[in-house]
């Protein structure tokens, strides 16, 4: 070819074609039709979420700070539906007022406080705590709670 020549534009393998470089003399050829499957699946790993779980179901709940026996614990959030012991713990609840329960949470010796927070919607807003009063594993009061936490989590 020579000047302005152009090589063909049509037969085997030059239709429907993206010619992309491959090497010296070994072009790559790749279908629209795949670079468009290859687009939407970009596409769709973009609109993946990582916010955890969504829809009504468990947040795990961990009372720590100390060797504790037994807690009394405020919780307050929306959507809201329960509370389950986790693992030995046992929960006892009662609501305060719309949102806000007071909870004992008792475990069968001396560690974390774990427990189940049942609500509407994992992936909404998470409820939060804190500790009114606790107890020891040989159910000793502590005189102070300072250094004692609840932590929600997926």
């Known amino acids: 070819m020579s000047g302005g020549e152009r090589g063909p534009t049509s037969g085997p393998g030059r239709s429907g074609g993206v010619e992309l470089p491959g090497g010296p003399g070994r072009p790559i050829r790749i279908r629209r039709g795949l670079l468009l499957l290859l687009a939407l699946a970009a596409l769709g790993l973009g609109a993946c979420s990582d916010d955890g779980p969504s829809g009504p179901g468990p947040v795990s709940a961990t009372v720590t700070g100390a060797a504790l026996g037994g807690a009394v614990l405020e919780v307050t959030g ?40 049942l609500v509407e919607d994992r992936s909404g807003m998470l409820p939060t705590g804190v500790v009114i009063s606790a107890v020891d594993g040989a159910n000793l009061p502590f005189a102070t709670t300072t250094g004692m936490s609840l932590t929600v989590a997926r």
């Not at 389950?84 to 305060?96: K, L, M, P, R």
């Open 78 to 117: 929306t959507g809201i539906t329960g509370f389950e012991g986790a693992g030995s713990s046992q929960v006892f609840h009662g609501s305060t007022a719309p949102g806000v329960y007071r909870l004992v949470v008792v475990g069968p010796g001396a560690g974390e406080l774990r427990f189940q927070i």
